[in-house]
């Protein structure tokens, strides 16, 4: 019972994942083209040998059902009939345990070619197999084995279904079939998500190897990024991309685009000369009390400088942060802030500065947990501007990167 209830508690925060992933998804699009459709991202499966059946060599998606070893091997199920159910590999039993992952892939993954090979492979059909030589491609075409790949969309399942990232080495299965990334084993203490029955054993040797096979775009791809991965690298590189859109700060604004295209389109659309800084120069700012957000910009439309104000119990916290990829090279900058009172004087200033200034693709409203400058009530200013003098400059890393 208490398994139950913990497995229906678990595929809900599952769905609720998967649910923010598509979310995710769709604001990227929205600000492209409005809220347009969501593109539909897939892999290139390049090694598609890992769709036959290791010991007859047969297309595993015409002879499910397929089984596996505990040592992870697998066969088709006239293999393990031929083999008298031992595994040829390590000699360990197969037939009784399904290989439920591999039987979803290879219902998932569209192969080109697939019915001209189909054609092939039935004439070819008759012939032993015992000794484990391919008879493919014997007749004379010689195209089969080099140049094939398969496509999946379904990218799904190449993540674990308990914590939805994607699936790495080792993939352990419980006896029913269900998979798990090791991590999840041991915070499932070794029990399946789905039925309860051990899992960490017994890995699943061929899904290892069809991760590791399947290669995908950079989710910027559609912005311009020719970079392609082994599935779930794709988005460690993502949060580095230059290719990541960035959103214009200003308000009602619903512009999108690459960092040099925003940039340009802010400084001829909204850019206010006062509200310009040249790197390494203090900038005095009178910053309205009726804005939030307050916008500078590097001159010849460089990078775009956010800073923030939030009304929080405390005071306000004020935050500065650069509108920019995560990439190398783009608005990596230190900034010193400092904030005064009108009546004036070094008692009445405060300070903040910070060695490397965040970058953000977007503004966001939601109150920070750090990286924060704290001006408590009592230091506010009545007036109905704010006297700000903020100097950033590069990072200094850069310059001597320079010289
Ligand atoms: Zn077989
Ligand atoms: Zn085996
Ligand atoms: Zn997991
Ligand atoms: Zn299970
Ligand atoms: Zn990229
Ligand atoms: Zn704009």
């Not at 041991?186 to 590791?212: A, D, Q, T, W």
């Not at 700012?285 to 500078?296: D, G």
Request: aromatic residues 8%; hydrophobic residues 30%.
């Amino acid at each position: 019972m208490a398994g139950e209830a913990s497995s229906s508690r678990q595929k809900r925060q599952r769905l609720k994942r998967q649910r923010l992933k598509r979310q995710r998804l769709v604001e990227e699009e929205e600000g492209e083209n409005g809220g347009g459709d969501v593109v539909a991202r897939s892999g290139t499966l390049l090694n598609l040998d890992l769709l036959d059946c290791p010991v007859c060599f047969d297309s595993l998606k015409k002879t499910k059902p397929i089984f596996r070893c505990d040592s992870g091997h697998v066969a088709c199920s006239s293999c393990c009939t031929k083999m008298m159910n031992i595994c040829p590999s390590c000699r360990h039993p197969i037939g009784e345990f399904r290989c439920s992952i591999m039987e979803k892939l290879v219902e998932a993954i569209v192969v080109q070619r697939e019915e001209e090979e189909d054609k092939e492979e039935e004439e070819e059909e008759e012939g032993e197999n015992g000794g484990g030589t391919r008879t493919k491609n014997v007749d004379g075409d010689v195209v089969i084995s080099e140049a094939r790949s398969g496509t999946l969309f379904d990218l799904n399942l190449l993540d674990c279904p308990v914590c939805s990232n994607a699936l790495t080495s080792p993939i352990f299965q419980c006896d029913n079939g269900h998979i798990a990334c090791s991590s999840c084993c041991i915070k499932l203490r070794y029990r399946c998500h789905s039925c309860n029955f051990p899992i960490g054993n017994y890995r699943c040797r061929r899904m290892e190897k069809v991760v590791k096979a399947v290669i995908v775009s950079c989710p910027n791809a559609k912005h311009g990024c020719t970079e392609t991965f082994s599935y779930g690298k794709e988005l460690v590189h993502e949060k580095n991309c230059s290719f990541y859109l960035c959103y214009c700060p200003a308000p009602n604004c619903n512009y999108s685009g690459l960092y040099k295209d925003l940039y340009i389109h802010y400084k001829s659309n909204h850019m206010d000369i006062e509200n310009q800084f040249v790197c390494g120069r203090p900038l005095c700012t009178m910053w309205p009390i009726s804005e939030k957000v307050f916008v500078l910009q590097e001159s010849a439309a460089g990078p775009l400088v956010v800073l923030q104000r939030f009304n929080e119990p405390g005071g306000w916290y004020v935050t500065v942060n650069c509108i920019a990829p995560c990439a190398p090279g783009v608005g990596e900058f230190s900034f010193d802030l400092s904030y005064s009172m009108p009546a004036g004087g070094d008692k009445h200033t405060m300070t903040f500065q910070s060695s490397e200034m965040n970058r953000i693709h977007k503004v966001s409203f939601q109150s920070p947990e750090e990286d924060f400058m704290l001006i408590p009530h009592y230091f506010q200013d009545p007036r109905n501007s704010l006297k700000m003098t903020i100097c950033i400059d590069h990072l200094q890393e850069d310059e001597d990167l320079e010289e």
